[in-house]
Structures are given as C-alpha cells and as structure tokens.
C-alpha cells in the first residue's frame, strides 16, 4: 500500500495469511454474485479504515453489511496527539470494532497492484 509508505507513525501492512482464515476463501462458489466474490477475497487481510475526525484504523477486514459498516478484528487505533499537522501518534488496541460508513473517509487493503486493480474494475 503506497500511501503507507511514506508515514513513520503508522505501520505498513504486510500480506499475511490469518490462521482463521479457511482456504476455500481462495475459491469462492459459483453460485455466489461477483460482488460477493470480490468481498471474499478481502476476508481476513489488513485493511486501514480513516475516519472523520482524523483517526486511523488497523485490522483485520472480518465482514461488511449492506448499508457498508465495516467490521474489523485485532485492530489498534492511531490518532494525532495534537492538532498540529507534524504531531506524533498515539496508538491503542481495540479488538474488534464496527465502523460506521457514514463515518469512513478512507479504506485501503493490504494487497498486490494487479489485486487493487481487480478489485476496482466495475462490471456492468
């Protein structure tokens, strides 16, 4: 994930496979919509969820509704310690929390180029 890279205070996420995670994800049914499909794929990678009061989130992506509420385990939260821009972060751990979509102004997934381009082609 680029835009990671350049900020020392958060960490950059690495592709890791989560021991929940079953390895039929890896081939989903063919039955099932493209869209949930592509949200398959997601299943337990690390996912950094901005909100709009300026905090940060890093987790596990474990599910998301239809109204787009993202659910994310093992996650820590990063926030600025002071208004000013050059300010450093504070970080806590949380668990697993709900994150409202009314409330995310930003959703980057830890994945390979040719991934996040995949996952962004629209199908008609």
């Known amino acids: 994930m680029e835009e990671l890279s350049g900020s020392s205070s958060i960490p950059q996420l690495h592709n890791q496979h989560h021991p929940n995670q079953p390895e039929t994800l890896d081939h989903p049914d063919t039955n099932s919509s493209p869209h949930v499909s592509r949200v398959?794929?997601?299943?337990?990678?690390?996912?950094?969820?901005?909100?709009?009061?300026?905090?940060?989130?890093?987790?596990?992506?474990?599910?998301?509704?239809?109204?787009?509420?993202?659910?994310?385990?093992?996650?820590?939260?990063?926030?600025?310690?002071?208004?000013?821009?050059?300010?450093?972060?504070?970080?806590?751990?949380l668990g697993l929390i709900l994150i409202p979509s009314s409330c995310r102004s930003s959703c980057h997934v830890d994945c390979s180029l040719e991934e996040q381009l995949s996952l962004l082609s629209v199908e008609k």
């Not at 997601?42 to 987790?59: A, E, I, S, W, Y």
């Not at 509420?69 to 504070?90: G, K």
């Open 40 to 93: 398959r794929k997601l299943l337990f990678r690390r996912m950094l969820v901005g909100v709009n009061d300026g905090r940060f989130f890093v987790g596990a992506f474990h599910c998301i509704d239809k109204q787009g509420n993202i659910i994310l385990q093992d996650t820590v939260e990063y926030r600025s310690t002071h208004r000013s821009s050059p300010s450093p972060m504070e970080q806590r751990c």
